[in-house]
């Protein structure tokens, strides 16, 4: 499948992904939350059945994986990108009070991971579980027959992660398949989810060069706490009381922009480019770059890559880039099968410098 | 022994007419009482359209005037149709139980006051004040009083009026539909009502009555899921069905009708469509006629439940369905066949059920029919007290409330400081006010030190119930002076969900993640020891709870005649496994008949001891009309547990009832 | 800079701290406006405002700012984030 048509499925129908570069782990006990609140950046303001995004920070305040915390009763669902279960667990040993009893499994051992996504994604489940899983509001959870069914996404569409027993994951996946080739939709590979990511603004671990950076750059103070000590909060606070410098903004170009780059603006140097892709979407490039803050703002063309012969303009833009179609598409009202009947606005609204 | 709550008559003030025989009418002919608003300018608003009373479309008279009249009207109506004359109430061992809710300066528990008094009812007038749940509650507790034998004849029902302020405040949170509601029908959206309810609920026997039907039970619950918002997949709409099935002794298959709260907007139809799938199966739920009355009455709010149950009796009795006005097709995600033909449908059945949902998460559900109950009423339980925590300036414990008690020192002055995020780390309190804040610190100290964890099924079995006279002055503040300074069109909507009085309890609820019976009421002066009596008769009775909180919270309301001088709020866990003080005896009485009320605990107690401690409210702490009362019964507690004392008595004569709790140290009892 | 882009970074500026000034006070939340970040998504991740806090949210930037979205079918895309009110107000002064 090319990536135009791996995109088409996530934006415009449904499409299944196997994501087994995210941990499954489960804590359990009475503790569990507390334990989890010690190795975390966020405040966990997060109820039972309910999900949180939230970060783990190192020492020098720099996102080193991004969980979801998912309390469950006595026990605690995470699923966390960027980090192994036995690094995870070397923190909880790090930094949790050792008198909480807790016990940590790694659901990997007996499960797999299988995601949904798309303005349609809440169709395909609804045929494949039952028609309540409509009223599943976002980041929330729960269980059915064979597994979790877990309400998320980072692509900007509906978005579903089902946690499947090992033995019965083969036919789901063949039955996922078969709905979502029914709405016109594919299986899709991790590239074509982090590039629908990076449109749509959500932070991903995996995207090269945080080096030396923190929330504060990358604009996630959201996933931080202002109440609670965290590992990697002196750091953090050292950098706040210095002043934030540069700052993570999303930009769009027609060619010729790759990671790395120097970025110019008229008079100086203004800073650089973190990561460029091609999206269908857009019909030519997006990235981010770390802009000096007093310039970090959408709506700026006058920025440059200097491209050995050629000077490469960005636009820089707001995020989320697109429009997306799941927006306009209410599960109570409309069907993939009339999707036709009604007009939606073009993905992307803006234009290439 | 227990009662059968017969319902002998009934008596309305609605939007298809004032008096039931003009609603009968107009129900069989599938008319609607919804048109454009004249009484006040919608200019502002999206919606332009309301159900007022007939009769009273222009009537713009100031609120109180309007909720006394429309009560009125509906009381001599359902005593007229329960053959009782007007004046004979006062030998007749009366209650009231009113459904109302006020947002203005007037004390909740006014109402019921002056239309008690009106109607020379001497015996307990309790308030309910839960918004869209309040009449359905206030009949469930109405025909509690009669199983217990607390009063011989009840008056249960609500009042509510349609003002320009209710009315923005909805619009605004974009929740109205521009034409008139169609409950799970098309459009969404739903349209406001108004109107008045009684049912004369009675001891059957008594006197020589009709008995038109029997309240076989009710259920409560609550959401723990947002301000406004229902749980989308119904799950506390579904528990209080179940509740009310299960207070019936009925099973699923002997309800012959449903009628749903279907207010028409999008979340609550769907939300309650699941709920009816989860209780009754797709099968059954399927198969059972559904329909919604606010095609007929817009949402009545305080007077929805009494009005809806009324419609349902009415056609009942034709041997009718009652119909959904204005239907013309189902909403995906609703039932798919609702009663929605013009007129009523022809159906026999000889049980129904009628529910409702409010702001705060709180649901309430009613079984009732001509179907006598098949099995005797249970036992009741012991209950007992395990906990208590009280808060206000210089107390912050039951210990600190002792030394209150000593020194009858003055509480100091100076605002009350509280932390609540440090004690609760894992709950977002941003944007909490200031009784929700009281409140869910008091709770959720009282039930850490009973040892309640809140987790898995606890959260179903622990209710809340909480006494209190008005909404959170500083949400009051904001919800007003938004409209002064902004206008009717741009009223602060986050206040306007946290103005209702029981806004407090809903947020302690959604923070706590409590989701049993709960309910927010209030007798006035004494409403936190109200809170107290109720929750130690529902835990004795029932069977859907181990634990319920019973709580006050007074938040200063300096201006307001009758409102607290300081903040306070105190919180009792009563339960049913045995601790060291049991809630022995509990009387309730006419606000002036508190020899009665205390008579009455001493004889549930079944002792002629008398008391040896009687714990009167602290003295300095007289001020606080709603929490006063709790802390002397935490005060109490304390004394008992100290052993200072093996038996103690509490009353309070409050405004509209009296009540006494006898506690008694369970040594004692095992040497009887 | 060049004069336009500052002017253009000033104007964007005293906008963006504005709003963040409103959301702060709307949300009641106890941090510094300079902690929200522009592009932090507004509604169910990110800050986690519900639909109540959307009406005030339009009321107060109406009131402000002058913007007017309660009426507009495309409202819920241009309030995603603080960045995307600041691109709408923008747009309605004719500055972008």
Same mark, same amino acid.
């Given at each position: 499948?090319?990536?135009?048509?791996?995109?088409?499925?996530?934006?415009?129908?449904?499409?299944?992904?196997?994501?087994?570069?995210?941990?499954?782990?489960?804590?359990?006990?009475?503790?569990?939350?507390?334990?989890?609140?010690?190795?975390?950046?966020?405040?966990?303001?997060?109820?039972?059945?309910?999900?949180?995004?939230?970060?783990?920070?190192?020492?020098?305040?720099?996102?080193?994986?991004?969980?979801?915390?998912?309390?469950?009763?006595?026990?605690?669902?995470?699923?966390?990108?960027?980090?192994?279960?036995?690094?995870?667990?070397?923190?909880?040993?790090?930094?949790?009070?050792?008198?909480?009893?807790?016990?940590?499994?790694?659901?990997?051992?007996?499960?797999?991971?299988?995601?949904?996504?798309?303005?349609?994604?809440?169709?395909?489940?609804?045929?494949?579980?039952?028609?309540?899983?409509?009223?599943?509001?976002?980041?929330?959870?729960?269980?059915?027959?064979?597994?979790?069914?877990?309400?998320?996404?980072?692509?900007?569409?509906?978005?579903?992660?089902?946690?499947?027993?090992?033995?019965?994951?083969?036919?789901?996946?063949?039955?996922?398949?078969?709905?979502?080739?029914?709405?016109?939709?594919?299986?899709?590979?991790?590239?074509?989810?982090?590039?629908?990511?990076?449109?749509?603004?959500?932070?991903?671990?995996?995207?090269?060069?945080?080096?030396?950076?923190?929330?504060?750059?990358?604009?996630?103070?959201?996933?931080?706490?202002?109440?609670?000590?965290?590992?990697?909060?002196?750091?953090?606070?050292?950098?706040?009381?210095?002043?934030?410098?540069?700052?993570?903004?999303?930009?769009?170009?027609?060619?010729?922009?790759?990671?790395?780059?120097?970025?110019?603006?008229?008079?100086?140097?203004?800073?650089?480019?973190?990561?460029?892709?091609?999206?269908?979407?857009?019909?030519?490039?997006?990235?981010?770059?770390?802009?000096?803050?007093?310039?970090?703002?959408?709506?700026?063309?006058?920025?440059?890559?200097?491209?050995?012969?050629?000077?490469?303009?960005?636009?820089?833009?707001?995020?989320?880039?697109?429009?997306?179609?799941?927006?306009?598409?209410?599960?109570?009202?409309?069907?993939?099968?009339?999707?036709?009947?009604?007009?939606?606005?073009?993905?992307?609204?803006?234009?290439?410098? | 022994?227990?009662?059968?709550?017969?319902?002998?008559?009934?008596?309305?003030?609605?939007?298809?007419?004032?008096?039931?025989?003009?609603?009968?009418?107009?129900?069989?002919?599938?008319?609607?009482?919804?048109?454009?608003?004249?009484?006040?300018?919608?200019?502002?608003?999206?919606?332009?359209?309301?159900?007022?009373?007939?009769?009273?479309?222009?009537?713009?008279?100031?609120?109180?005037?309007?909720?006394?009249?429309?009560?009125?009207?509906?009381?001599?109506?359902?005593?007229?149709?329960?053959?009782?004359?007007?004046?004979?109430?006062?030998?007749?061992?009366?209650?009231?139980?009113?459904?109302?809710?006020?947002?203005?300066?007037?004390?909740?528990?006014?109402?019921?006051?002056?239309?008690?008094?009106?109607?020379?009812?001497?015996?307990?007038? =309790?308030?309910?004040?839960?918004?869209?749940?309040?009449?359905?509650?206030?009949?469930?507790?109405?025909?509690?009083?009669?199983?217990?034998?607390?009063?011989?004849?009840?008056?249960?029902?609500?009042?509510?009026?349609?003002?320009?302020?209710?009315?923005?405040?909805?619009?605004?949170?974009?929740?109205?539909?521009?034409?008139?509601?169609?409950?799970?029908?098309?459009?969404?959206?739903?349209?406001?009502?108004?109107?008045?309810?009684?049912?004369?609920?009675?001891?059957?026997?008594?006197?020589?009555?009709?008995?038109?039907?029997?309240?076989?039970?009710?259920?409560?619950?609550?959401?723990?899921?947002?301000?406004?918002?229902?749980?989308?997949?119904?799950?506390?709409?579904?528990?209080? =069905?179940?509740?009310?099935?299960?207070?019936?002794?009925?099973?699923?298959?002997?309800?012959?009708?449903?009628?749903?709260?279907?207010?028409?907007?999008?979340?609550?139809?769907?939300?309650?469509?699941?709920?009816?799938?989860?209780?009754?199966?797709?099968?059954?739920?399927?198969?059972?006629?559904?329909?919604?009355?606010?095609?007929?009455?817009?949402?009545?709010?305080?007077?929805?439940?009494?009005?809806?149950? =009324?419609?349902?009796?009415?056609?009942?009795?034709?041997?009718?369905?009652?119909?959904?006005?204005?239907?013309?097709?189902?909403?995906?995600?609703?039932?798919?066949?609702?009663?929605?033909?013009?007129?009523?449908?022809?159906?026999?059945?000889?049980?129904?059920?009628?529910?409702?949902?409010?702001?705060?998460?709180?649901?309430?559900?009613?079984?009732?029919?001509?179907?006598?109950?098949?099995?005797?009423?249970?036992?009741?339980? #012991?209950?007992?007290?395990?906990?208590?925590?009280?808060?206000?300036?210089?107390?912050?414990?039951?210990?600190?409330?002792?030394?209150?008690?000593?020194?009858?020192?003055?509480?100091?002055?100076?605002?009350?400081?509280?932390?609540?995020?440090?004690?609760?780390?894992?709950?977002?309190?941003?944007?909490?006010?200031?009784?929700?804040?009281?409140?869910?610190?008091?709770?959720?100290?009282?039930?850490?030190?009973?040892?309640?964890?809140?987790?898995?099924?606890?959260?179903?079995?622990?209710?809340?119930?909480?006494?209190?006279?008005?909404?959170?002055?500083?949400?009051?503040?904001?919800?007003?002076?938004?409209?002064?300074?902004?206008?009717?069109?741009?009223?602060?909507?986050?206040?306007?969900?946290?103005?209702?009085?029981?806004?407090?309890?809903?947020?302690?609820?959604?923070?706590?993640?409590?989701?049993? #019976?709960?309910?927010?009421?209030?007798?006035?002066?004494?409403?936190?020891?109200?809170?107290?009596?109720?929750?130690?008769?529902?835990?004795?009775?029932?069977?859907?709870?181990?634990?319920?909180?019973?709580?006050?919270?007074?938040?200063?309301?300096?201006?307001?005649?009758?409102?607290?001088?300081?903040?306070?709020?105190?919180?009792?866990?009563?339960?049913?496994?045995?601790?060291?003080?049991?809630?022995?005896?509990?009387?309730?009485?006419?606000?002036?008949?508190?020899?009665?009320?205390?008579?009455?605990?001493?004889?549930?107690?079944?002792?002629?001891?008398?008391?040896?401690?009687?714990?009167?409210?602290?003295?300095?702490?007289?001020?606080?009309?709603?929490?006063?009362?709790?802390?002397?019964?935490?005060?109490?507690?304390?004394?008992?547990?100290?052993?200072?004392?093996?038996?103690?008595?509490?009353?309070?004569?409050?405004?509209?009832?009296?009540?006494?709790?006898?506690?008694?140290?369970?040594?004692?009892?095992?040497?009887? | 800079?060049?004069?336009?882009?500052?002017?253009?970074?000033?104007?964007?500026?005293?906008?963006?701290?504005?709003?963040?000034?409103?959301?702060?006070?709307?949300?009641?939340?106890?941090?510094?406006?300079?902690?929200?970040?522009?592009?932090?998504? $507004?509604?169910?991740?990110?800050?986690?405002?519900?639909?109540?806090?959307?009406?005030? $949210? @339009?009321?107060?930037?109406?009131? @402000?700012?002058? $913007?007017?979205?309660?009426?507009?079918? $495309?409202?819920?895309?241009?309030?995603?984030? @603080?960045?995307?009110?600041?691109?709408?107000?923008?747009?309605?002064?004719?500055?972008?």
């Amino acid at each position: 499948m090319s990536l135009e048509a791996e995109y088409r499925s996530v934006r415009h129908g449904a499409a299944l992904s196997r994501m087994d570069h995210v941990g499954l782990l489960r804590l359990v006990g009475e503790d569990s939350i507390e334990a989890v609140d010690a190795v975390c950046s966020g405040d966990l303001w997060v109820r039972d059945g309910r999900m949180l995004q939230t970060l783990i920070l190192d020492e020098q305040g720099q996102p080193v994986a991004d969980v979801y915390v998912c309390p469950d009763d006595d026990a605690c669902f995470l699923m966390v990108e960027g980090m192994t279960t036995e690094d995870f667990s070397a923190r909880l040993g790090r930094h949790a009070n050792p008198e909480l009893e807790i016990e940590l499994e790694d659901l990997r051992h007996e499960h797999e991971l299988l995601s949904l996504h798309g303005p349609y994604a809440w169709e395909v489940l609804s045929k494949w579980l039952t028609p309540d899983v409509i009223g599943l509001p976002y980041l929330s959870f729960y269980r059915f027959d064979r597994g979790i069914c877990f309400r998320a996404g980072k692509t900007g569409e509906y978005g579903y992660d089902l946690v499947i027993r090992s033995e019965d994951a083969t036919d789901a996946r063949r039955e996922l398949l078969e709905l979502v080739n029914s709405f016109g939709g594919s299986e899709v590979s991790l590239e074509t989810l982090d590039l629908c990511a990076l449109e749509n603004g959500f932070f991903s671990v995996r995207h090269g060069s945080i080096e030396g950076l923190t929330p504060l750059e990358l604009q996630l103070q959201w996933r931080i706490s202002t109440r609670k000590r965290f590992p990697g909060i002196e750091a953090i606070e050292e950098r706040r009381a210095r002043g934030i410098r540069r700052r993570l903004t999303h930009f769009v170009a027609r060619e010729g922009v790759n990671a790395g780059d120097a970025l110019h603006g008229p008079d100086a140097r203004v800073g650089e480019v973190m990561t460029a892709v091609f999206s269908p979407g857009v019909g030519g490039l997006i990235g981010t770059a770390l802009l000096d803050i007093s310039v970090a703002h959408p709506g700026i063309d006058q920025f440059f890559a200097p491209n050995r012969d050629s000077a490469t303009r960005i636009q820089t833009v707001s995020s989320p880039l697109l429009v997306n179609r799941s927006l306009f598409v209410d599960p109570h009202r409309h069907t993939y099968s009339t999707r036709e009947d009604a007009t939606y606005p073009p993905l992307w609204q803006g234009s290439l410098p | 022994m227990s009662y059968a709550p017969h319902i002998t008559g009934w008596g309305v003030a609605s939007a298809l007419g004032v008096g039931r025989e003009r609603l009968r009418s107009a129900l069989l002919q599938g008319e609607t009482g919804i048109a454009p608003v004249r009484r006040f300018e919608t200019s502002p608003f999206k919606a332009h359209v309301g159900a007022m009373v007939a009769g009273y479309e222009l009537d713009d008279r100031d609120p109180t005037a309007l909720c006394h009249e429309f009560g009125s009207l509906a009381l001599r109506d359902a005593l007229e149709h329960a053959r009782l004359d007007l004046g004979c109430l006062r030998s007749r061992r009366a209650a009231l139980t009113l459904g109302a809710t006020l947002f203005g300066d007037e004390s909740t528990e006014s109402v019921a006051r002056d239309l008690a008094k009106k109607f020379s009812i001497d015996g307990p007038a =309790i308030t309910v004040c839960t918004a869209c749940t309040s009449s359905t509650q206030a009949i469930g507790f109405g025909a509690d009083l009669i199983r217990e034998g607390l009063a011989d004849l009840v008056l249960a029902g609500g009042i509510d009026v349609l003002t320009p302020k209710l009315f923005a405040g909805f619009d605004a949170l974009g929740v109205l539909s521009e034409r008139p509601c169609t409950p799970f029908g098309l459009q969404m959206g739903t349209t406001l009502g108004e109107g008045a309810g009684f049912l004369v609920i009675e001891r059957g026997g008594l006197r020589d009555a009709v008995t038109y039907a029997v309240l076989r039970g009710y259920g409560l619950s609550g959401d723990a899921f947002h301000e406004t918002s229902p749980d989308p997949r119904g799950r506390g709409v579904a528990a209080a =069905i179940q509740g009310a099935l299960d207070d019936a002794g009925a099973s699923k298959a002997e309800i012959g009708y449903f009628n749903a709260h279907g207010t028409g907007t999008m979340a609550n139809d769907t939300a309650e469509w699941c709920a009816v799938q989860s209780v009754f199966g797709s099968e059954l739920g399927g198969a059972l006629p559904i329909s919604s009355s606010k095609g007929h009455l817009g949402h009545a709010q305080s007077a929805a439940g009494v009005l809806e149950m =009324i419609a349902t009796l009415e056609c009942m009795g034709e041997g009718l369905a009652p119909t959904t006005a204005g239907f013309q097709g189902p909403r995906p995600g609703g039932p798919p066949r609702p009663v929605g033909t013009k007129k009523p449908r022809p159906l026999a059945y000889d049980l129904a059920l009628s529910s409702n949902s409010a702001f705060g998460g709180n649901n309430c559900a009613l079984v009732f029919g001509s179907a006598e109950p098949t099995s005797e009423d249970e036992e009741r339980r #012991p209950v007992f007290l395990s906990a208590a925590a009280a808060l206000s300036n210089s107390v912050s414990s039951v210990e600190e409330l002792a030394l209150i008690y000593e020194s009858e020192s003055a509480p100091t002055d100076g605002e009350l400081e509280i932390d609540l995020s440090s004690e609760l780390p894992r709950v977002d309190l941003r944007g909490i006010d200031r009784a929700s804040e009281l409140l869910t610190a008091v709770t959720s100290r009282a039930l850490g030190d009973a040892g309640v964890r809140l987790r898995g099924t606890v959260r179903e079995r622990t209710g809340l119930i909480a006494g209190l006279l008005r909404g959170s002055t500083d949400s009051l503040e904001r919800f007003h002076g938004s409209v002064d300074r902004r206008g009717l069109g741009a009223p602060d909507t986050t206040a306007f969900a946290q103005v209702l009085p029981s806004a407090a309890q809903g947020a302690c609820a959604k923070a706590l993640n409590i989701r049993g #019976p709960q309910s927010t009421i209030t007798i006035g002066e004494g409403s936190g020891l109200m809170a107290a009596v109720l929750s130690a008769r529902m835990l004795a009775r029932r069977r859907d709870s181990d634990q319920i909180v019973a709580a006050a919270v007074d938040v200063r309301a300096d201006d307001v005649e009758g409102g607290a001088l300081f903040d306070a709020a105190c919180a009792l866990v009563l339960c049913t496994t045995p601790t060291a003080v049991e809630v022995a005896g509990v009387g309730l009485a006419g606000p002036d008949q508190l020899d009665e009320a205390i008579a009455q605990a001493q004889s549930s107690w079944g002792s002629n001891e008398r008391p040896e401690l009687v714990i009167e409210p602290p003295k300095p702490f007289a001020g606080l009309p709603a929490t006063s009362s709790c802390f002397a019964l935490a005060h109490a507690l304390g004394s008992l547990r100290r052993g200072s004392a093996r038996t103690a008595l509490v009353a309070s004569k409050g405004t509209t009832a009296s009540l006494a709790i006898i506690l008694v140290s369970t040594e004692v009892n095992h040497d009887n | 800079m060049t004069t336009d882009l500052s002017e253009y970074v000033a104007s964007r500026v005293a906008i963006l701290d504005r709003v963040r000034q409103i959301l702060r006070d709307t949300m009641k939340l106890k941090i510094e406006p300079e902690a929200i970040d522009p592009d932090a998504p $507004l509604f169910g991740t990110g800050l986690g405002m519900d639909s109540v806090d959307a009406v005030e $949210l @339009v009321v107060q930037l109406d009131a @402000v700012f002058g $913007l007017e979205l309660a009426n507009s079918p $495309l409202a819920s895309t241009k309030i995603r984030t @603080v960045n995307t009110i600041v691109d709408a107000i923008m747009e309605v002064r004719g500055e972008s």
